[in-house]
């Protein structure tokens, strides 16, 4: 079974500053996206951005991009020019897209951050 | 720009009653879900549901869960017989193939 792990329960960052935001995974498959989604106070559910297994080339997304390691299994979410706005839940997610797999979002347990002024 | 919409947005029920949770997903996506997140957790896979009829469940979907897509555009998810430990946030999400997957604003319940 596919599993995703976010080893940093909190983080902080200086407002203007950059912060990374780490997750690995645990797949057989080949086929596969991650996503980074936020999760504000109000708690809905916000895709800040996705990447395809199949692609080499990192997904950005304005101030957010990744480093997607495949070999590796990391996919880590970097911010740039922390805005007080981007305060919330950060949960890394994983999705087969495999003949026969499993169409579930797997999620990691959550990196929060905190934007300090 | 279209959305999932949830209602109600918070439901407080009493131990052993019967709750409906209602979704209304993205008009041309395939797919739908539900999850659910407890205070303080990660977010958990509830079930998948497409062409109507399950498609995945998790062990947490229990026989006092169902779900229903009653006209064309409303998606239901049933709790029968609610417990304390059903209080959570619960997601409705849905997604056209090979796409991301896009949630609603979430129903928080709580069982008193």
């Known amino acids: 079974a596919q599993t995703v792990t976010q080893s940093q329960p909190e983080m902080s960052v200086q407002e203007a500053e950059t912060v990374t935001l780490s997750c690995t995974y645990d797949t057989s498959e080949s086929d596969y996206y991650l996503f980074w989604y936020k999760q504000p106070p109000s708690r809905q559910m916000i895709l800040v951005i996705r990447?395809?297994?199949?692609?080499?080339q990192n997904a950005t997304e304005n101030r957010f991009s990744v480093n997607f390691q495949k070999a590796a299994k990391s996919f880590s979410l970097k911010i740039s020019d922390s805005q007080l706005g981007d305060a919330a839940m950060y949960f890394c997610a994983y999705r087969s897209f495999s003949q026969g797999g499993s169409e579930k979002l797997v999620f990691g347990k959550g990196t929060k951050l905190t934007v300090n002024p | 720009e279209p959305e999932v919409t949830q209602t109600p947005s918070h439901q407080v029920t009493q131990m052993g009653q019967e709750v409906i949770l209602r979704c209304v997903p993205i008009s041309n996506h395939l797919y739908f879900y539900w999850y659910r997140q407890i205070l303080g957790q990660k977010v958990e896979f509830l079930v998948s549901f497409y062409n109507n009829e399950i498609s995945e469940k998790s062990e947490i979907f229990d026989d006092q869960f169902s779900v229903e897509r009653p006209d064309g555009s409303n998606f239901t998810l049933k709790i029968r017989s609610t417990k304390l430990e059903d209080s959570a946030m619960y997601f409705c999400a849905s997604t056209r193939v090979r796409t991301e997957a896009f949630f609603g604003q979430g129903t928080r319940l709580t069982v008193v």
């Open positions: 990447q395809e297994a199949y692609k080499q």
